[in-house]
């Protein structure tokens, strides 16, 4: 087999990826998602088994141009089908439509379904044919073109609260280099106050998981407030692609006073997005009551989140090496609550005991009694488990 | 694992010693009595344990009982007599179970402690003495469409059996555990690649026309996610069926207590396997619905209920390495995992106070069979590893010891390019799975690379087992896989790289610590993406799809017109329909005891037992979105 060329990009191409609805045949998705990043998509991955309205709201939400899902488990033309049909009726009817099913999906099916609008069914003949490169090409050449938009009507719809709006919005903060000012001029934000929650943390202390946990509380405890949540992941400096992973840990967003909007960093050589602080506006011009900003994984000496939220949550686990390590971390200084997540591994105990003299250490605070610190030990990974709301509730 | 190797070494210590005293004794007979050499005997003979010298002395008594015409044994009480020979039309016997013809005691020992006859520790033959007369590992395979479809087609299928083996496939609506729906993503797959069952009603019309506690009835059912609901759900269904006996032998409704008494008795001697198997979910399969915590909760409040109850015939699990190998996983991979899988099930119901004795012979296991060597010696070395374990690890009595397990052959060895060569490769993979006395086997039909399986295609799949079971002369021979040098070789070799893979797992905690870091999952997809690599490199032979490739391959308008199995829409709407009958006729009680299942579960009572009443009168989505409120849903991994 001949090394295909890779299609390059010109704009910022963003995909949805996900296997059918009660579908758990993932490996093919998974290998095509991989190819589309490394190809410098930004992939906005939601795992098996989703419903048409999940994958349809999640592109809509990302702004993304297409949508890539495998379905092996039959029942495919009802699917995709009603797929198109729910983006046509929600008007995001320019977001392409990709799909595979490998021999399941017959030949005179997949007419049926590029018929009804359905832009390509790949069939095991065209992975013969054109290879998986080959494939993702043909998406990534498709896709390559910025997502509609329309400032003033936009920024109007946005401060109604359509999503679909906000979305479009936060894409041409991300895309062009909008000054602050031009974009205040469209949006009135009527409240300053609405809180801005940062969560930040080392990769894999479970952020994802502890924030899905949180929403899920806010939803269940807090009636008819409305939740933005905007997720940053880091761009991949060789390909320029990104696995913006945190929708598919996330069971509480599906949910219609949730908006969620994952980043990418792009060329912000940090932690977050350059265009974090203009999309905190949009989410907050779109009146919502409560705004979460989950960082990328971070180092020791990583702490800006602290200087863009009124508020930042720091997530850590028992594995942060020796006592001394806790000196070094910036966070630990700056944070206004302290989560030692994963909290059933060997040794958390003796870690929280560990961070909370350091808080003391850091913030000077040798008298007070540690009880008194907003240090808590969570585990995210079980329901049960209390993680305390009560912060959460004096918004 | 430790436990393994130390018997391992102990075998072959023990052995050497043997072997010792063999050549004393040799050189006793030839020079005489010398001082010397009556120490050295002396010596050896002290070192050799007690039972082994047993087993060397009765060695050839053993020997001699299966080179007679018949053998009586006890299983469970139940007295069995089987012919030892069989007689081939040259008039030749072959006889049913061979013997080595070692004579050095060192081999002899070596060879009772590794492979043994079938039936006898570490049972690397097989767990039973010989294989079931009168009852063919066969299972019939259906699945489709409505429950009344799927109950026509197990009726036509096992009409000539006297057993009633029954294997069922749910769709995928009901392996989410969702109820079905006009909504176009749920309603497409109502019904399809399985049968759609989401009330107690669809499950009675299901298995209606068999006696469920018929003692040759067996039915397995395909489920994880939801399966303690789809148990309770048929468990009811063997209880109503005992109820109406009752009603019609006595004209009148049991008494609370005789109701009470018609219950124990059913689920006391209904026979069959739930897969119930949450560990591969999360590693390979990924029908998980509910968080991992919740779900290995319910197992065992599952398995705690059958020790409560005597539920004595049914397998509460059927720990499945055929999802983690169907995924891309190989052999070894496949069995080390699913291995240790069944060990993570053993250490979690000890730690909840279980009795080993008790719950150890509801585990049964679920291999794939394709066709790399490693899977000529699976069911020899996951027995022999499984007895080690449970006798020398956790004190366990004979019958926990012996590891029982259902081979299907593999679905990923089908090609969708000229399946008729596909008949070809499941016959090889079902005949080392007969030489290797699975307990329950179920062969592929040639189309399932691209479609349900049709009644033409799944008739000749039956073929396939019948052909080798009936005609199949080797097969008269019970265990035509001892004695091979290559065998023994491929055992030792998968042996001790399952063996290997259990540390690596150790290493990261356990099965649910390497779950975490996502380490199956990880090495599932790195071993499919090189098999996928070598397929498409040519690098691996497939005939018909690399190499011999079909010069005239069939036109996109065959392909189309090919037969394939879809539900019918008003198949679907009967089934949405009868749904919102039994959620109308339940409405005034649903809520009820849906709330207190809930309690149940939040005040960890157990669950499963709450749900032999939910089942009455609520549906399966409505079972399960109840539970997510207190037991959480499965948060998805990368």
């Known amino acids: 087999m001949q090394q295909q060329e890779v299609y390059k990009v010109k704009h910022p191409v963003r995909f949805v990826t996900a296997s059918s609805l009660f579908d758990g045949h993932d490996a093919s998705i998974n290998i095509m998602r991989r190819i589309l990043q490394a190809s410098g998509a930004e992939i906005i991955h939601l795992g098996h088994n989703r419903s048409v309205e999940e994958v349809v709201n999640a592109a809509i939400q990302e702004d993304v141009q297409g949508i890539a899902i495998s379905s092996y488990q039959g029942g495919h033309v009802e699917y995709f089908k009603y797929m198109v049909d729910l983006l046509n009726e929600k008007g995001a009817g320019h977001i392409r439509v990709y799909g595979g099913g490998g021999g399941v999906i017959l030949p005179r099916e997949i007419k049926e379904l590029h018929d009804h609008g359905v832009a390509r069914i790949f069939s095991p003949e065209d992975g013969r044919q054109h290879g998986l490169q080959g494939m993702i090409n043909q998406m990534l050449e498709e896709c390559d073109h910025p997502t509609p938009l329309e400032l003033e009507s936009d920024a109007a719809k946005a401060q109604q609260g359509d999503y679909q709006a906000i979305a479009r919005l936060i894409s041409h903060v991300e895309n062009e280099d909008v000054t602050s000012d031009k974009l205040q001029d469209l949006l009135k934000i009527t409240r300053e106050d609405v809180p801005v929650l940062g969560i930040t943390g080392t990769g894999g202390a479970g952020k994802s998981s502890l924030t899905d946990e949180l929403v899920r509380r806010f939803i269940n405890e807090v009636p008819d407030k409305k939740l933005a949540i905007l997720s940053v992941d880091p761009t991949k400096k060789k390909t320029g692609g990104a696995l913006l992973g945190d929708r598919i840990r996330m069971n509480a967003i599906f949910n219609e006073r949730v908006y969620m909007r994952s980043l990418a960093t792009r060329s912000s050589k940090t932690e977050l997005s350059q265009a974090i602080l203009d999309a905190i506006r949009v989410v907050k011009a779109a009146d919502f009551d409560f705004i979460i900003v989950e960082t990328s994984g971070i180092g020791q000496g990583d702490a800006e989140i602290t200087e863009i939220t009124d508020l930042s949550m720091y997530v850590m686990t028992a594995e942060f090496g020796a006592p001394t390590q806790l000196e070094k971390i910036d966070m630990i200084d700056f944070a206004d609550f302290i989560v030692i997540n994963k909290f059933e591994q060997k040794g958390s105990e003796d870690a929280f005991n560990q961070v909370r003299k350091q808080y003391s250490r850091s913030r000077m605070l040798f008298h007070e009694d540690h009880d008194t610190f907003p240090v808590f030990g969570t585990i995210a990974s079980q329901f049960t488990t209390q993680v305390r709301t009560h912060y959460l509730l004096q918004f | ?638």
């Not at chain 2, 030839?30 to 070192?47: D, M, P």
């Not at chain 2, 059927?318 to 190998?325: E, K, L, N, P, T």
């Not at chain 2, 006798?391 to 990923?412: F, M, P």
């Open chain 2, 1 to 638: 694992m430790q436990t393994v190797h130390g018997y391992k070494e102990d075998a072959k210590k023990q052995s050497d010693i043997a072997r010792k005293l063999y050549q004393l004794k040799g050189t006793e007979e030839e020079i005489g009595q010398v001082e010397e050499l009556i120490q050295l005997i002396e010596k050896y003979e002290k070192e050799l344990e007690a039972d082994n010298k047993e087993k060397l002395d009765k060695f050839d008594e053993l020997k001699e009982t299966y080179t007679k015409d018949q053998l009586s044994y006890k299983v469970r009480d139940k007295e069995f007599t089987v012919d030892l020979n069989t007689e081939s039309l040259s008039g030749i016997k072959v006889p049913k179970v061979a013997l080595p013809k070692y004579r050095d005691w060192g081999d002899r020992l070596y060879w009772m402690l590794m492979e043994n006859v079938p039936g006898a520790f570490p049972f690397t033959a097989g767990v039973f003495p010989f294989k079931r007369k009168g009852e063919d590992p066969t299972r019939q395979f259906a699945g489709e469409g409505t429950p009344e479809r799927t109950n026509r087609r197990f009726h036509y299928l096992s009409k000539n059996e006297p057993a009633k083996r029954l294997s069922t496939a749910f769709d995928s609506v009901t392996l989410y555990g969702e109820d079905p729906d006009e909504r176009p993503d749920i309603y497409g797959k109502v019904g399809e690649s399985g049968v759609s069952i989401c009330t107690l009603d669809d499950m009675k019309k299901l298995y209606d026309g068999f006696d469920l506690v018929d003692p040759m009835t067996s039915v397995s059912m395909t489920i994880n996610g939801p399966a303690p609901i789809i148990l309770a759900m048929y468990f009811n269904t063997a209880i109503d069926q005992q109820l109406k006996k009752f009603k019609d032998e006595n004209g009148r409704e049991p008494s609370q207590e005789e109701y009470e008494q018609i219950k124990v008795e059913t689920i006391s001697v209904v026979r069959g396997t739930v897969q119930a198997d949450i560990l591969k979910e999360d590693q390979g399969q990924n029908t998980c619905i509910f968080s991992t915590e919740f779900a290995l909760r319910m197992m065992g409040d599952i398995q705690e209920y059958f020790i409560n109850n005597e539920v004595r015939n049914y397998y509460s699990v059927s720990i499945s390495g055929y999802h983690i190998a169907e995924a891309g996983a190989n052999p070894i991979s496949q069995l080390a995992f699913t291995l240790a899988n069944g060990f993570t099930y053993v250490e979690y119901y000890l730690s909840r106070g279980m009795d080993i004795n008790k719950f150890a012979p509801n585990l049964s296991f679920f291999f794939s069979n394709g066709l790399d060597p490693e899977y000529t010696v699976i069911g020899r070395v996951a027995r022999r590893i499984w007895s080690v374990a449970m006798r020398d690890k956790y004190g366990a009595n004979e019958r926990s010891q012996k590891l029982k397990y259902h081979i299907q052959t593999s679905g990923r060895s089908l090609h969708a390019q000229e399946v008729d060569f596909n008949d070809i490769r499941t016959t090889l993979q079902a005949l080392i799975a007969i030489q290797d006395n699975t307990n329950s086997l179920h062969t592929n039909a040639y189309d399932e690379a691209i479609t349900t399986p049709t009644e033409e295609s799944v008739r000749r799949a039956m073929a396939i087992q019948m052909i080798i079971n009936k005609e199949f002369g080797l097969t008269k021979n019970e265990n035509s896989l001892q004695g091979s040098f290559i065998l023994e070789e491929l055992t030792d070799l998968v042996e001790e790289a399952v063996l290997q893979e259990f540390e690596r797992i150790n290493d990261r905690g356990g099965v649910l610590g390497a779950m975490e870091r996502q380490y199956q999952r990880g090495k599932i997809q790195e071993e499919s993406l090189y098999y996928e690599g070598k397929k498409h490199s040519g690098d691996l032979p497939i005939v018909g799809v690399n190499t011999y490739v079909n010069p005239n391959p069939p036109s996109e308008d065959e392909i189309n017109s090919m037969e394939v199995a879809r539900a019918s829409k008003e198949e679907k709407q009967q089934q949405i329909k009868n749904l919102h009958d039994f959620q109308d006729r339940n409405a005034d009680k649903s809520e009820e005891a849906l709330n207190r299942l809930k309690e149940v579960a939040a005040s960890n009572g157990n669950v499963f037992e709450e749900l032999m009443e939910t089942v009455k009168v609520a549906s399966l989505g409505q079972i399960t979105n109840a539970l997510y409120e207190v037991g959480g849903q499965y948060r998805r991994n990368m």
